[in-house]
């Protein structure tokens, strides 16, 4: 799934800057909103699921709307009914992709394929366990981490553009130190929107009461 989302990158940097705009505005809708919208977002989110299964399975991007879109719809009317087992669906679903991927990037380590399978599922296991324990939380931090890659996304569609040399910077930087990099890049931006709505949450339940 790593390489499907890197070609989409690939794709964004030779487009339209333009293109990137709407997807940093969703970004960021879903890092700082995404609790107080997690209705609408938690079906967004299944959406995106099924066109990233569908980009998986089909390089055609009729096939991936038609398909792709398809389960995402399906995915998304179910998710709305069952939002609690959605959401910790998600949450295993986002953590093992990160922990997957993070540890897809180690380098010097005997069988990386199954050390990048072995975190995902440990990933996967932490993340539906969560949602269950502390359910605010978790739609919290997945909407943050959603939004964050979104964010990301965008900017590398507008950078190449607009800022060439600190994207070739950027670029360079992140191929060489991934490890570093990656925190930055996606963790911090995630923290940053998790504790932003994690305290809107806080004040609108002691508004509440």
């Not at 922990?99 to 993340?127: C, N």
């Not at 979104?150 to 910077?169: D, E, H, K, N, R």
Request: proline share 5%; hydrophobic share 55%; aromatic share 12%.
């Amino acid at each position: 799934m790593r390489e499907q989302i890197m070609q989409f990158i690939q794709y964004l940097e030779s487009s339209n800057p333009v293109y990137g705009i709407p997807l940093v505005i969703i970004g960021l809708v879903l890092m700082f909103m995404g609790f107080q919208l997690h209705r609408v977002a938690v079906p967004f989110i299944f959406v995106l699921a099924g066109l990233m299964i569908g980009a998986f399975w089909f390089g055609s991007m009729t096939m991936i709307l038609l398909v792709g879109g398809g389960i995402g719809v399906v995915l998304a009317m179910i998710s709305y009914f069952t939002r609690s087992y959605a959401v910790a669906v998600l949450s295993g679903l986002a953590a093992a992709f990160g922990a997957g991927t993070y540890a897809s990037i180690l380098k010097q380590i005997p069988q990386p394929r199954l050390v990048s399978l072995v975190a995902a599922a440990f990933g996967f296991v932490a993340g539906c366990s969560m949602s269950y324990i502390m359910y605010r939380e978790s739609v919290c931090l997945l909407t943050a981490f959603v939004g964050s890659l979104f964010v990301l996304c965008g900017l590398s569609a507008i950078l190449p553009a607009s800022i060439p040399s600190l994207y070739q910077t950027l670029s360079a930087f992140l191929a060489d130190w991934p490890l570093l990099t990656l925190p930055f890049t996606v963790g911090a931006p995630t923290f940053i929107g998790f504790m932003v709505q994690l305290g809107a949450a806080n004040r609108t339940e002691m508004g509440a009461e």
